[in-house]
């Protein structure tokens, strides 16, 4: 907020804002009101109060406007309840400084509520809400956050998280969506340690379920604490929060998965040596593209594709494109038809019950083959190499600029602190790195055949009946992130460790789809998700690039070569390769 | 039984004037008289022509003209150069059965899809399929220019990162995707040819292979009668520019050259500029010579050093050229061939032109034309300096002149490449 403003200057915005303070002149903004505005933005009110600022219209010609304040929910839901009392107001006065910034409800009764409340002296300890329809919920444990700007409110000199965030759904599955919009309000009740309550009558937006499940990623994604963000995120899923969340969203996939519609093109057999489902969001150039680049290869017409479109606006298009690909290229392609975004473990399972096929080949969107054989490779591998190999493979991937991206993917991981009043809590934090990331072309030892940890889901190849028994793909990941490095983990602990053979591909890694604040929200939850379910296998045996565990220690023991370098000892798959190329590899790729 | 051949034109020189349509449109003019050939003409058109698009029809006849026939393009994506409409191609199908070519001649691919290559090999897996660059759209999205938007330099390759720089909101990746697009379609040519031969050296770069690729120069008919040289000794201070207005073109390089030499207190000439499309121009570009026009305008007419005659047709380009002693051809980028050099020929006007490209190529300097450093206004008003002035300078070009390049030779060069399979058979 800007010091020293002259006050000729906040008449002019104010003139130029079109919008009036209240003293009768025409209100050309509609939606400005500066009781609302002060109410929704305890800074602006500070300002105000203490004179550094004139009015909240003048705050809101200076840059509220900008700022799209008029926008944002704290500022809707209190225009929406303008005439009533300032939550904090409403009980006594011993009762701490609280607010309530948004209150959503999906059209199934889930319910989103996020607010702060000055609590340094007087602990919050209890969150309840209420409403015509759907259970009453009471949270004891959610999660606390930082809140600049009640900071600068409550004039806090210490690091405090003031903000908070609850989240519920009523867990019937599949979702309802037939609720009645009865609901214009819910009551929302803050217990604190002294026995004080606070109570507030909150105006109840309405969002769909999916818009609500994007509503709350986003959000989540945004969140700034005290601390290690990531350390503080988990900490906050591991009140209650992430499991709501997951089931929520595990019973919206649901109702997304049977709403689904398919239509098949091109060449109609009853059976194909691989189906290569490929699930599409928000960007429809990868379909025809790789329509164009995988038809014309040697042994592609033995396999079918299965493209989920996850994004109904695309629908109709990729529709088109299919009737173009299916005159230009002659391939078989069906089309998986979904009314949302299912994410993508979900939607790689909706696919596989379509195929035609004993092998599925997830591949992503903006994954292109590197040689026009590909196909013919795929298949002779599958004939040629034991079963053991191929029942679950990925394959080398490349940047665009020619160096390698991975080839396969091994497990590591963070740790850091949660501190509270009462003690310090160790988290740990897994997560996937990869194999040879950046590495020349010719770092063949990245490239070899050989077990590895996990593969990315990019390119999976997998036996069909594989994939059922472990249940495909896990759906509890929301959006994208570490399902892939699951289903690999999955097989493992089933006793079969996944391989990487050498199809090369180019992969525009994160290019193939849309990525907005609700997939970063999904993506940080993932490896919450991941880290509680995988650590107990990972940790110590599965980390690093040479792992212990017994099923891969083949595959990194020690053998009798060395790094003509360094002269250190050489895992068994780095030794595959020749002299030449080991001693061509720079100190950067070293093995070690 | 003539052997069938489609000549597939990205528009048709009577509804767009353009290089590669009226190339194209000449050969088919060639080939449709010639008895030993069945020739037919497919000619792209867009919606600048709304009333050409018959309700529910994708391909039609032209104005009653025999074998001539117009695709309707519509939906057109000008990145990936692909139509997304699927009755399009469904009619276009149906139309390489109907005529069933022996022969699929591509003159570009613009405003018809790159696709379209791959559907002809896959309706008809024999045919031949040959293509012809007329500039670098396969390799330049920057619409083939191969021009750097960041400096207005040539641009000698395209790589990824390079391609980004000029198109920063696109990323790297999509360059590589792009260039893989276009080859996946391209692989199905069996022979693509190029008007200069200095084109195939980019084209060989990008990775066509040099075996799959041949110099066909463009041919034109005469567009009027020989000139008449009376062998008179006289001033050669007429200038004549003839193109299209826009930015690539470089007219505005001639006016800054008319500029400077007044500047410089020579006046002693003119300049006749002949062409349209100055929408197609930048707005910096077309405010320049717009107001350059209107000034010149504004002065008493015997001070005036440049007149502006309009468009023009090519019945009319001989009496247009006979007001010039010399051709301008200022091109700011590659000029592929340059069309207006060869009808520079045919009326016996030596050329002065940029020192790059097809122009370089074609036009010997100090033989049969003059050079000048590509963009450099001061550099051409010397040598139109020079060629006002200089005793036999022109003479000497002039007597030099080669040939213009006949369109019955480049049919006959395209007849060998369409009969090269049979040979190859025999």
């Known amino acids: 907020m800007p010091d020293d403003i002259d006050p000729h200057l906040a008449e002019t915005l104010a003139q130029a804002s079109g919008a009036s303070s209240g003293n009768g002149d025409q209100q050309i903004d509609p939606q400005f009101d500066e009781a609302a505005y002060l109410r929704a933005f305890p800074d602006v009110a500070i300002a105000v109060e203490r004179g550094d600022m004139a009015s909240g219209l003048f705050h809101y010609a200076l840059c509220g406007r900008v700022e799209r304040r008029l926008q944002m929910p704290a500022y809707l839901s209190a225009r929406a309840g303008n005439g009533t009392q300032p939550a904090h107001e409403s009980v006594g006065a011993r009762v701490p400084r609280f607010s309530i910034d948004v209150a959503i409800a999906s059209e199934s009764g889930a319910v989103f509520i996020v607010g702060w409340a000055d609590d340094r002296q007087d602990p919050l300890v209890t969150i309840s809400v209420a409403s015509g329809h759907g259970r009453p919920h009471t949270w004891t444990r959610f999660p606390r956050l930082r809140r600049p700007d009640v900071e600068t409110v409550v004039q806090s000199t210490e690091p405090c998280n003031h903000g908070f965030w609850v989240f519920c759904n009523d867990d019937t599955a599949p979702l309802r969506t037939d609720l009645a919009p009865a609901d214009t309000e819910c009551l929302v009740e803050l217990r604190f340690e002294s026995g004080v309550t606070g109570e507030a009558r909150q105006p109840l937006l309405r969002e769909g379920n999916g818009q609500l499940r994007d509503t709350v990623m986003g959000y989540f994604s945004a969140i700034g604490y005290h601390g290690n963000r990531t350390v503080e995120a988990f900490t906050s899923l591991d009140l209650g929060a992430g499991d709501a969340l997951i089931r929520f969203n595990r019973a919206l996939s649901d109702s997304i998965a049977a709403g689904a519609a398919t239509e098949r093109f091109g060449p109609n057999r009853k059976h194909f040596t691989g189906s290569i489902i490929v699930p599409l969001f928000g960007i429809s150039e990868f379909f025809f593209l790789q329509s164009c680049l995988y038809s014309q290869g040697k042994g592609i017409a033995d396999y079918e594709f299965i493209y989920v479109i996850n994004s109904p606006e695309l629908i109709e298009l990729i529709q088109r494109e299919a009737r173009l690909a299916e005159m230009i290229y002659g391939l078989s392609q069906t089309l998986v038809m979904l009314p949302d975004n299912l994410g993508f473990g979900a939607a790689n399972n909706v696919a596989a019950r379509y195929a035609r096929s004993d092998r599925l080949l997830c591949v992503n969107p903006d994954v292109f083959p590197r040689v026009s054989d590909w196909a013919q490779r795929h298949s002779d591998l599958l004939n040629s190499m034991p079963a053991e190999q191929t029942r679950f493979f990925g394959t080398s991937l490349y940047y665009d600029d020619g160096s390698l991206m991975h080839g396969g993917m091994y497990f590591d991981m963070d740790t850091g602190l949660h501190v509270t009043r009462e003690n310090i809590t160790r988290h740990v934090m897994l997560r996937v790195e990869h194999y040879g990331k950046g590495a020349p072309a010719w770092a063949d030892q990245f490239v070899a055949s050989r077990r590895v940890p996990a593969v990315t889901g990019a390119f999976i190849s997998i036996a069909r009946d594989w994939f059922e028994k472990l249940g495909g793909f896990t759906q509890d990941y929301i959006f994208g992130h570490y399902e892939d490095a699951d289903l690999c983990l999955k097989s493992l602990a089933e006793g079969a460790p996944v391989w990487v053979h050498d199809i090369p591909m180019w992969h525009l890694e994160g290019k193939g789809a849309k990525r907005l604040p609700p997939h970063e929200g999904g993506s940080l939850l993932n490896r919450w998700l991941f880290s509680r379910n995988w650590q107990s296998l990972i940790v110590p045996e599965l980390i690093g690039q040479l792992p212990g565990h017994r099923l891969l220690r083949e595959a990194v023991e020690i053998g009798n070569e060395v790094d003509p370098v360094t002269e250190a000892p050489l895992p068994v798959f780095a030794a595959k390769v020749s002299r030449r190329a080991a001693a061509k590899r720079p100190a950067l790729m070293r093995v070690r | 039984m003539p052997k069938k051949i489609l000549l597939i034109s990205a528009y048709h020189p009577e509804l767009l004037r353009g290089g590669a349509q009226v190339v194209c449109h000449e050969l088919f003019e060639e080939l449709h008289a010639d008895a030993k050939a069945k020739c037919y003409l497919l000619a792209s058109v867009d919606d600048s022509y709304p009333a050409l698009f018959k309700s529910g029809a994708r391909i039609t006849g032209f104005d009653g003209r025999a074998d001539e026939f117009l695709f309707l393009s519509r ?352």
């Open chain 2, 75 to 426: 939906d057109y994506d000008y990145w990936w150069h692909k139509v997304g409409e699927p009755l399009l191609i469904a009619s276009f199908i149906e139309f390489l059965e109907t005529i069933n070519p022996d022969v699929v001649h591509f003159h570009h691919f613009m405003t018809l899809g790159i696709d379209l290559v791959t559907v002809v090999r896959r309706v008809l897996p024999s045919c031949r399929i040959i293509l012809t660059f007329h500039e670098f759209l396969a390799i330049c999205a920057a619409d083939g220019h191969m021009v750097r938007r960041s400096d207005r330099s040539l641009c000698s390759r395209a790589t990824p990162v390079r391609c980004h720089q000029c198109f920063p909101e696109r990323r790297p990746e999509e360059f590589l995707v792009r260039k893989m697009w276009f080859m996946q379609h391209l692989q199905h040519v069996d022979r693509f040819t190029c008007p200069s031969r200095f084109m195939i050296e980019h084209y060989v770069d990008w990775g066509i292979p040099r075996e799959k690729i041949e110099h066909v120069p463009n041919g034109q008919r005469r567009y009027g009668p020989p000139p008449v040289d009376s062998g008179r000794v006289a001033k050669r201070n007429r200038f004549g520019f003839f193109g299209q207005l826009h930015d690539a073109k470089g007219v505005h390089i001639v006016l800054r050259a008319v500029q400077i030499l007044r500047d410089s207190g020579f006046t002693d000439f003119s300049v006749d500029l002949n062409g349209t499309n100055i929408h197609c121009a930048s707005p910096e570009v077309r405010q320049e010579i717009e107001v350059f026009l209107a000034a010149e305008k504004a002065l008493p007419y015997n001070a005036q050093n440049v007149c502006y005659n309009g468009s023009y047709h090519l019945e009319q380009l001989h009496t247009r050229m006979a007001r010039v002693d010399w051709c301008l051809v200022p091109s700011i980028w590659w000029e592929i061939f340059g069309l207006v050099i060869s009808e520079a020929w045919m009326f016996g006007k030596p050329v002065i032109c940029s020192n790059v490209g097809g122009m370089a190529e074609r036009v010997a300097d100090e033989v049969d034309g003059l050079h000048f450093e590509m963009g450099d206004a001061r550099a051409l008003a010397a040598v139109m300096r020079r060629a006002c002035t200089e005793d036999g300078l022109w003479r000497k070009l002039h007597d030099a002149l080669p040939a213009y390049p006949r369109r019955d030779v480049m049919a006959k060069n395209f007849l060998r490449l369409y009969n090269e399979a049979d040979e190859e058979v025999a």
